[in-house]
């Protein structure tokens, strides 16, 4: 194989592979399986260097990562815009994520069990839930957009969607 056709196959193999990272996290998040394993499997199943095959995984998901920040901050600001939050309550949103974001980076490798996983979330978000009541923040307004017909995380309902 050609180095342009093992490129072509890495990038074609990288984006399909992106769209799993997610399953993969999520899967990842109760196992003790290190998040480069697909990386390494498609590597091994296409006989391609293991270490170019995780670099492109790794710059999409740095890409991916990045547009998700921006489009976050742009809802954010179209939300001062139409006056149903301040400046200093977006610049309190954004480090609140920041900060959030950075936890479940430094948290990615815990070995948890799905009771103690559980437990954690449900103790962040009501975290999250008294941060945002203390600095008059509704927390409806700054969820993610999801598409048209979505539903929320794991299948269920998104509110208002009952």
């Known amino acids: 194989m050609t180095f342009n056709k093992k490129l072509a196959t890495i990038g074609t193999l990288g984006v399909v592979g992106i769209s799993s990272v997610g399953f993969v996290g999520i899967t990842s998040a109760h196992s003790n399986t290190s998040g480069d394993a697909l990386p390494e499997k498609i590597a091994s199943k296409f006989n391609l260097n293991k270490d170019e095959v995780k670099k492109v995984f790794e710059e999409e998901r740095t890409s991916h990562e990045a547009e998700r920040q921006k489009s976050f901050s742009d809802k ?54 008294k941060w945002a009541d203390e600095n008059k923040i509704d927390l409806d307004l700054i969820q993610p957009d999801k598409p048209e017909g979505k539903m929320g995380g794991h299948g269920g309902p998104r509110k208002g969607m009952e």
């Not at 900060?99 to 799905?114: F, I």
């Open 76 to 129: 954010l600001q179209k939300l001062v815009d139409e006056g149903k939050l301040t400046a200093d309550q977006k610049s309190k949103v954004e480090a609140k994520f920041k900060e959030m974001h950075e936890q479940r980076e430094a948290n990615k490798d815990s070995n948890l069990t799905k009771e103690q996983h559980r437990a954690e979330m449900k103790t962040h978000r009501d975290e999250l839930k």
